[in-house]
Structure formats: C-alpha cells, structure tokens
C-alpha cells in the first residue's frame, strides 16, 4: 500500500510538473511568479500567449496524450502483446490517412474528421490481422510488428503521394502529418469528445475482463469469457480512441507503447489501475514532449511527434531485445 501511495504521489508530482513547464516553457519564458496574476486576468501580451496558445495547446496535449496511453494499455492487454502500439500496428496510420483525404480532398471538419479518423483505423487493423495472420506463440508480437510497420508504410506512402500531387491544398495539414499540437485545442476538443468518450467508456468497462484474458485465451474461455467479444471491443475502443487522438494531433508514435510499461512498473498488472495509469503517463509525455520541442531550439520549434519519435526509438529498441532473450 506504502509503495502504491508513493507511485501516486510521484505521477501526480510529474503531472503537476509537466503542466506548468508547459505553461511557462517556449519563446517566451513567463516567469512562475506572474502565473497566477496571467491566470486571474491579467491582459497583458504574456496573458494572451497564456490563454490563446499555451493553455488550448496545454489541454489538447492532455486528452491526446491521454487518449494514446489508454489505447496502448489497451491493445497490449488485449494482444498480450507488450510491443503493441497504435503507432507501431499501423492503426495510427490508417487514421491518418483517412483524415488526409477527409481533410484534403472533400473540405471535411474537425468532427466528421474524428469519425473518419476512426474508421480508416479500423481498416488499418484489420489488414494488419489480415498481414500477419492472427499468429500464436512466441513470435506473434513480432508477426504483428512487422505486419504493422508494413500497413504503416503502405498508408505513409499513399498519404504522401496524394499530398504531393496537390501541395497548396494538402499544405493544411503538413505540420499535423507528424504529429503536432496547434494553438486551437480548445476548438478542437469538442469535435473529437464523441469518439473519445466512447473508446475510454467502452475500454473502462472492458478493464476487468482484461485480467481474466491475462491468464491465457483457454483459461479465460474456460472461465466464461468471451475471449472473441472481448478482444473486438478492445479492438473498438482502440480505434475510437487512437482515431480521436489522430485526427486532432496526427499521428504521434511510441506513447501508447510506453506509457503502458511505465503503469505496470508503477502500479502492477490490474488492468483497472493499469488503463487510467497509462492515460496520465501519456498525457504527461505529450505534455513534456510538446514542451521540449518548443525550448530546444528557439524560436522555432520541433513538432511533439518528431520528439515522441526520437525519444521512442530507444524504448522500442529495448522492449525488441528483451523480448528476443525472452523468446
């Protein structure tokens, strides 16, 4: 119980932490002591950058960081695939090359975008079942990988050629393409609460028979689970909540591979503290990271994605490596 209470004590430290690096951190480097005069109504230009860009992008960085972290606690468990990703199974990818062409060919909006979003995950999902062959075993995670990377590089590559063949009408959506936070989260959020709030219900809800399919497909068939009903509503929450995430930031990679580890190191194997625990580690790890490429070179500023992605490499290398030696 000691150590529980030490863990919660120490993320909501780092929450705390990562929300006012976020606040104050960038171009323009607001001083602590001024931060609650800005938030109280202040109207000077330090108030403006506060509540027009940083705070929207603050909370946008939250939900999709958040929305991630829940989707890759939640395809792991469901997979018993500790590789497992929407980023690395492709499903981030097909999300954004739905939006791409929601976005780019017929003018659609924020929430059309979302659903669309969710939809062109789904597919990815399934091809990526259908590369890999629904494999069982020891190799099954790498089949997926490697199925995933796969999808992910044929949905990538047509994005990018129906983009090229268009430049100044695809140039909307160039930043998001990998993977940034815009100034306008606030407008952003209500289009993508539908999916949003339907993948974390659905994944809450399916939390506790995610334990059951921990011990074994057999043993939690023999135990009256669904294994099959289970694992597609885990498949179903993971698109709606990587297709949010996706459709408002674009496709951010190797949050929903980490943040799951990082909550089972923190809080065991319960799935139901696993999924919320996971959900505030990837939002602290947006948040950090979205604040990281605003500070390392500035005044310009590396996308969060680019970020996520050069932090991420090494993790992936290492989750690989452990899962070779353990094979």
Do not use: Y
């Not at 606690?73 to 492709?90: E, F, H, K, V």
């Not at 062959?133 to 044929?154: D, E, N, Q, W, Y």
């Amino acid at each position: 119980m000691t150590g529980r209470l030490s863990n919660a004590l120490i993320a909501s430290l780092l929450f705390i932490g990562a929300m006012l690096a976020s606040l104050l951190a960038g171009a323009k480097l607001l001083p602590p002591s001024s931060l609650l005069d800005l938030l109280l109504g202040d109207d000077g230009e330090a108030a403006l950058i506060l509540w027009q860009l940083r705070l929207p992008r603050l909370a946008l960085g939250l939900v999709v960081g958040a929305a991630l972290g829940a989707a890759g606690a939640t395809i792991q468990a469901a997979t018993r695939n500790p590789l497992g990703d929407p980023g690395l199974l492709g499903i981030n990818a097909g999300a954004s090359l739905a939006v791409i062409i929601g976005s780019g060919l017929f003018a659609l909006g924020p929430t059309a975008n979302a659903w669309l979003a969710s939809g062109g995950a789904s597919l990815a999902a399934l091809a990526v079942h259908a590369v890999a062959g629904a494999p069982r075993g020891p190799s099954a995670p790498i089949k997926l990988t490697l199925a995933g990377v796969a999808v992910t590089a044929f949905c990538l590559g047509v994005g990018q050629a129906i983009a090229l063949a268009d430049p100044e009408r695809f140039d909307v959506v160039r930043n998001w393409r990998v993977g940034a936070l815009s100034g306008d989260g606030l407008a952003l959020l209500p289009a993508i609460a539908p999916p949003l709030l339907a993948g974390a219900m659905l994944a809450a809800v399916l939390a506790p028979r995610l334990n059951l399919l921990a011990l074994g497909e057999d043993r939690a068939a023999a135990l009256g689970l669904s294994v099959g009903w289970t694992q597609a509503g885990c498949l179903l929450a993971v698109v709606l909540l990587a297709g949010a995430a996706v459709a408002a930031a674009g496709p951010i990679a190797f949050v929903g591979l980490a943040a799951p580890h990082m909550a089972r190191r923190f809080g065991g194997a319960d799935q139901r503290i696993v999924l919320p625990s996971a959900a505030l580690i990837g939002a602290v790890l947006v948040t950090a990271a979205d604040t990281l490429g605003r500070v390392v070179a500035p005044p310009a500023e590396l996308p969060v994605g680019i970020v996520t992605a050069l932090i991420g490499a090494p993790v992936l290398v290492a989750l690989a490596r452990a899962q070779r030696s353990e094979a």
